[in-house]
T-cell receptor, first 108, second 113 residues
Framework: AQRVTQPEKLLSVFKGAPVELKCNYS??????LFWYVQYSRQRLQLLLR??SRESIKGFTADLNKGETSFHLKKPFAQEEDSAMYYC??????????FGKGTTLSVSS | SAVISQKPSRDICQRGTSLTIQCQVD?????MFWYRQQPGQSLTLIAT?????????ESGFVIDKFPISRPNLTFSTLTVSNMSPEDSSIYLC??????????FGPGTRLLVL
């Protein structure tokens, strides 16, 4: 069965500290992996997708097929990064399957 | 990316009644989906809205409770029927374009008393 696991419900860091939001997935095949972010009082929006291999707002994520992981990283957290982050998986022609989400709290 | 709007943005309803949520997209899209986000929870897929045919429902969701229409490539409705307090959630419309990336509407916040 397809499944996305985000083990941390809440991650609290200080401004300037490195951030790693963990995501593991279970899927037999070649899935597409995504990170979505939801800032307070805003709609859910795409942060990045593994196929693009790009950095958005300083965040990167590398797909590790051996460990079935797609962790989201940022070297120096900013207060404006505080939000809910969802890891999601999909295969072509189907809808996204979401993890439970991790709340990132960055304080000064 | 597509611009997605939902109506209503929020509503408070009495148990036993029904509410229809509309999703409008500013361009034609290949796929439309409906999700539910219960308080403090992640997003759960309700169904895929198919243009010109019956929606495809996920396990645990049935057409009698959540009838869906999709008359064309830019519009869909989700009805929450015979509501109970357990239906209090945020309901989200999502669309997928040719890039196979999904975009989300602002959501409809529903409270059932």
């Amino acid at each position: 069965a397809q499944r996305v696991t985000q083990p941390e419900k809440l991650l609290s860091v200080f401004k300037g500290a490195p951030v790693e939001l963990k995501c593991n997935y279970s899927y037999s095949g070649s899935p597409e992996l995504f990170w979505y972010v939801q800032y307070s009082r805003q709609r859910l929006q795409l942060l990045l997708r593994h196929i693009s291999r790009e950095s958005i707002k300083g965040f990167t994520a590398d797909l590790n097929k051996g460990e079935t992981s797609f962790h989201l990283k940022k070297p120096f957290a900013q207060e404006e990064d505080s939000a809910m982050y969802y890891c999601a998986l999909k295969k072509a022609g189907t809808a996204l399957i979401f993890g439970k989400g991790t709340t990132l709290s960055v304080s000064s | 990316s597509a611009v997605i709007s939902q109506k209503p943005s929020r509503d408070i309803c009495q148990r036993g009644t029904s509410l229809t949520i509309q999703c409008q997209v500013d361009s034609q899209v290949t796929m439309m989906f409906w999700y539910r986000q219960q308080p403090g929870q992640s997003l759960t897929l309700i169904a895929t809205a198919n243009q010109g045919s019956e929606a495809t429902y996920e396990s645990g969701f049935v057409i009698d409770k959540f009838p869906i229409s999709r008359p064309n490539l830019t519009f869909s409705t989700l009805t929450v029927s015979n509501m109970s307090p357990e239906d209090s959630s945020i309901y989200l419309c999502s669309v997928e374009q040719t890039s196979e990336t999904q975009y989300f509407g602002p959501g409809t916040r529903l409270l059932v008393l």
